[in-house]
């Protein structure tokens, strides 16, 4: 069956190191995105990708980017992690067809 | 900034009643999106419902869309102990190209047995 998955699922990292979320779907999908869900904020949209090659910057994408080599997968970096980055990180994917997104489990994110 | 928000906050019901959650928005939008999230996993796809769509069911679920109000409701009949979990709305607008979407805070359901 066709999923989405992420990795890692948990990170604990120090300030200023820089970390990369890695998202790998397998539904062939030519979008994917990139969200981090924080308490009063629901999901907020970091970067998002319409196909290979191409990478858009969302709603709170300073400090975040991404690369898209080809289809499967979209890795998130963090140049230099700060503490406010601290979250939980979604990865989705859709079809241009359909509007529908599908998660991945996501990922945990800590910067102390 | 925020496109949804959903009402109540926080709902507590029991095992057989119907849950209402409502979602307000500001734009205009092509669709809107409900999605579930059990605690400690990913969002998952309930239905969606177009702008020239009025109601739509699926199962269990009833969504309503009220583009006069920019307000959707998301009603759940005869809840059950698994039907705990969040639950969000999303729009897609005109403004916003491709398939981006833009989430609400969310509504926390809890059935109680």
């Known amino acids: 069956d066709a999923e989405i998955t992420q990795s890692p699922r948990h990170k604990i990292t120090e300030t200023g190191r820089q970390v990369t979320l890695a998202c790998h779907q397998t539904?062939?999908?030519?979008?994917m995105f990139w969200y981090r869900q924080d308490l009063g904020h629901g999901l907020r949209l970091i970067h998002y990708?319409?196909?290979?090659?191409?990478?858009n910057k969302g709603e709170v994408s300073d400090g975040y980017s991404v690369s898209r080599s080809n289809t499967e997968d979209l890795p998130l970096t963090l140049e230099s992690a700060a503490s406010s980055q601290t979250s939980v990180y979604f990865c989705?994917?859709?079809?241009?067809?359909?509007?529908?997104?599908?998660f991945g489990p996501g990922t945990r994110l800590t910067v102390l | 900034s925020q496109q949804g928000e959903e009402d109540p906050q926080a709902l507590s019901i029991q095992e057989g009643e119907n849950a209402t959650m409502n979602c307000s928005y500001k734009?205009?939008?092509?669709?809107l999106q409900w999605y579930r999230q059990n605690s400690g996993r990913g969002l998952v796809h309930l239905i969606l419902?177009?702008?020239?769509?009025r109601e739509k069911h699926s199962g269990r679920l009833r969504v309503t869309l009220d583009t006069s109000k920019k307000s959707s409701s998301l009603l759940i009949t005869a809840s059950r102990a698994a039907d705990t979990a969040s639950y969000f709305c999303a729009t897609r607008s005109f403004t916003g190209g491709g398939n981006k979407l833009t989430f609400g805070t969310g509504t926390q359901l809890k059935v109680e047995l």
């Open positions: 539904w062939n999908h030519n979008n």
């Open positions: 990708s319409y196909g290979v090659q191409d990478t």
């Open positions: 989705a994917s859709s079809s241009s067809r359909l509007n529908e997104q599908f």
């Open positions: 419902i177009r702008s020239n769509e």
């Open positions: 734009t205009s939008i092509n669709n």
